[in-house]
């Protein structure tokens, strides 16, 4: 699990980088203190439970965790917290958005279709439609 991307929150660039490091994070947060279970499966399902309840609390998550995978590598200590976090985030854009959510299914082994593959598909609905 390795995927890495800079992004520019909180008025700066940032690297985020999925990684050991960055599951732990992820997982303290979407098990809430229960005990985490590590199986990459039950760990995916509630990530996809969280993003059915609010597509933002998952990638104010996944930026998180991103974050802090990378302090984790070069340092010891943690450079933002999740609220910060949760306040850059009403900023980004939808690029910035997918280009999150990519980095970190990719470092999960999983291959999303590109956005263009995608709104490709969604045209060629809509002509069926019509």
Do not use: C
Not at 46 to 57: A, D, G, P, T, V
Not at 77 to 91: C, F, K, L, N, R
Not at 97 to 119: C, H, N, R
Request: hydrophobic share 40%.
């Amino acid at each position: 699990m390795t995927g890495i991307m800079t992004l520019n929150i909180g008025g700066k660039n940032r690297t985020l980088r999925f990684n050991n490091f960055s599951a732990i994070e992820l997982a303290k947060i979407i098990y809430k203190g229960d005990n985490a279970n590590f199986e990459t499966e039950d760990l995916l399902n509630r990530i996809m439970k969280l993003n059915e309840k609010n597509h933002f609390l998952l990638v104010k998550t996944l930026i998180y965790a991103g974050i802090i995978g990378n302090d984790y590598v070069v340092g010891f200590d943690e450079s933002v917290t999740v609220e910060q976090v949760g306040e850059w985030i009403a900023e980004i854009g939808e690029e910035d958005i997918y280009s999150v959510w990519q980095t970190f299914w990719t470092s999960m082994g999983v291959d999303l279709p590109a956005v263009k593959e995608l709104e490709s598909a969604e045209d060629s609905l809509e002509e069926k439609k019509s």
